[in-house]
């Protein structure tokens, strides 16, 4: 069997994530990491087996699927950049009210360049977004709801990345907790430059698009690491008269996303093997294309 | 819009499952009911609004597609009968052994008739089918296990129409037990024939392919209902070291199968407007095709 060579796009967690789930595959195999050069000779341990470049082009093999593992905010350029290249790709684009424009946008380039793009194949969405229609498959009437974090909170990689990117935050870490009936409310702890106005930079966290529609608190801290975590939690439930449906999931949010996200790149492939081009969401593909296995009859054991 | 005209094959908690269930669509609309002819003056009044009729060809508007709502063992016949007629089908086929064999015979005729297929689309093989293979890919690694009943026991359709069906027994329900580590226990209630030795009767259920591999209990009564449950519940659970998840569900049974077997029905007419004829698990096909809505974006509401 010839094996996927899929290329990761960024190293930060979900990055790791990746390299960690592409190596219990029998079908993948990881032919480089791509990274800011700013950033070549940090960690070098964990990726002293790997190659390791600046531009994609330098790989020594093509890869046929990049996995972005990127800021959600660079996704829809780098998007692009690889589709321009031929190169399939898979994210976890999180901005939820843009993604429907971002695979309408996608999806022309990856027509165009006959390759496959999955988007926001994450945690939610993604993986929880199938939830969402499988439960109303279950359930024809009745309301949804998804709650995240639970009463302790969970990090939230999106919410992290967003305040970390913020001037004069040295480092932060952002939880969700639960707030009642599908609710949220948010828990940044921040570690933030001297010479910078606490009080302003409260605000623009306040004012960020990812905290804006959410109780949030801002608690400045000397040290991250008493804080800081990687697990997160969710739950998504359904209820009607004749049924009653929950969902759950908790652990190592970046290691989870990043399962998804390399399952979803068996499936880019298995598209573009069908000569399938174009860019789409977890819902628009059957589950069999993300699942290993060769024979139909192999995939549907256990069905 | 044109709706999806539906027929309904077979008058049992199912087929009644199935008349609520396109009630409470928008696309979709009840073209009959059709039934043995012995049976046809029961239970008039809930069918009082319906068309009743014994055979198809009967219907004064020709169906798309017909809900098998028959007993398993039924099924693959109905399926050949109904595809000669060119006319779709969905099922909930419950021998898990069996569905490949299955889907590959009905394939077969439903591309010689152009039509469409749904396999065994109902819980479990049906929903639990895609929240496993959904679990593989949030956990790569780890074991899935499947359990039903609980400690109380819910009812299991298939069993009871398996016991229903053996001669002698005047009435039965079938419970599943949980018995720890996805493995269950059955538990019978059955009303005899006074003719019948009973001894024999029970060794005869704990034979059946139905039962033979599972501990089963076998509790002769003179009157079932006050044993008799259309509750049942289930959970499936995968857990890998970087992440845990569990599905449950829980209500009436035969409500929450036609609430599937409504979804699919949507689902092959969509196949079939794009002439994708075939036999298809809901594995095979994308999640947002058995969604109501009529545009992409629409669907992808809430994602």
Redesign the interface.
């Known amino acids: 069997m010839q094996k996927i060579n899929v290329a990761i796009i960024g190293w930060g967690n979900v990055g790791r ?1 990746c390299k960690r ?1 592409i190596s ?2 029998k079908d993948m195999r990881l032919v480089g990491v791509v990274r800011r050069p700013v950033s070549l000779y940090k960690n070098k341990e964990e990726l002293q087996d790997t190659n390791v470049v600046s531009d994609i082009s330098e790989l020594k093999d093509r890869p046929d699927v990049a996995l972005l593992c990127v800021p959600s905010r660079e996704v829809p350029e780098k998007i692009k950049e690889y589709h321009e290249q031929g190169i399939c790709t898979v994210d976890s684009y999180d901005e ?1 009210s843009e ?2 424009a971002l ?1 309408q946008e996608a999806d022309i380039t990856a027509k165009v360049e006959k390759c496959v793009s999955i988007i ?1 194949a994450g ?1 939610d ?1 993604g ?1 929880d ?6 439960m ?6 009745g309301r ?1 709801t998804t709650t995240f974090g639970g009463e302790e909170g969970g990090r939230s990689m999106g919410h992290t990345v967003a305040v970390k990117a913020i001037p004069g935050v040295l480092d932060a870490v952002s939880l969700t907790l639960a707030n009642g009936r599908g609710q949220h409310k948010r828990r940044v702890y921040v570690v933030a430059d001297k010479k910078v106005n606490t009080s302003q930079l409260e605000k623009q966290i306040k004012n960020d698009p990812y905290f804006v529609n959410d109780p949030t608190e801002v608690i400045f801290v000397k040290d991250i690491n008493k804080y800081n975590t990687l697990h997160h939690e969710g739950e998504v439930e359904r209820t ?1 008269q ?11 949010n970046p ?2 996303t990043a ?2 996200m ?3 790149a068996r499936g880019a492939i298995n598209l573009k093997n069908r000569e399938a081009w174009g860019a789409y ?1 977890l ?6 294309d ?2 290993p296995g060769t024979t ?2 192999e ?2 054991e ?2």
Chains 1, 2 share one sequence.
Do not use: D
């Open positions: 994530g789930a219990e595959t939820h993604i429907y695979r926001s945690w969405p993986t977004s199938i939830v969402r229609a499988l109303k498959m279950v359930s024809i009437t949804t009607a004749e049924v009653a449906q929950k969902y759950q999931v908790s652990g190592v290691e989870f399962n998804v390399v399952a979803a969401t819902l628009e593909l059957p589950l069999i993300f699942l139909l009859k995939k549907l256990g069905y």
